[in-house]
């Protein structure tokens, strides 16, 4: 069973940085592709970034770009989000997906950016 575990979240002034981390365990990932979504209260889910498990290909959100990077730890199956130059409107919950929407979700994490 796959399981997803986020964890790096809290609170922060507008222009600090945090970790964004998500643990990955219970399958081979080779074939799938690791992102990160956000959800802001009364918003529709928001694409962050992601990053192919097999050749480390990376994409991102037109709202993130040039602020936030993804990177893995194979050893350890486990994906980073960092972010950088925060902002309220980065104020959301976190969620580590693999596969795609439909496939596997981690339980989030709250990242809450203050002016």
């Known amino acids: 069973q796959v399981q997803l575990v986020e964890s790096g979240g809290g609170s922060v002034q507008a222009g600090g940085s945090l970790r964004l981390s998500c643990a990955a365990s219970?399958?081979?990932?080779?074939?799938?592709?690791m992102a990160w979504y956000r959800q802001a209260p009364g918003k529709e889910r928001e694409f962050v970034a992601a990053?192919?498990?097999?050749?480390?290909?990376?994409y991102y959100g037109n709202s993130v770009r040039g602020r936030f990077d993804i990177s893995r730890d194979s050893a350890k199956n486990t994906v980073y989000l960092r972010m950088d130059s925060l902002k309220p409107e980065d104020s959301a919950v976190y969620y580590c997906?693999?596969?795609?929407?439909?496939?596997?979700w981690g339980q989030g994490t709250q990242v809450t950016v203050s002016s």
């Open positions: 997906n693999l596969g795609g929407p439909r496939r596997w």
């Open positions: 219970g399958r081979t990932f080779d074939e799938f592709r």
């Open positions: 990053m192919h498990w097999r050749d480390g290909a990376v």
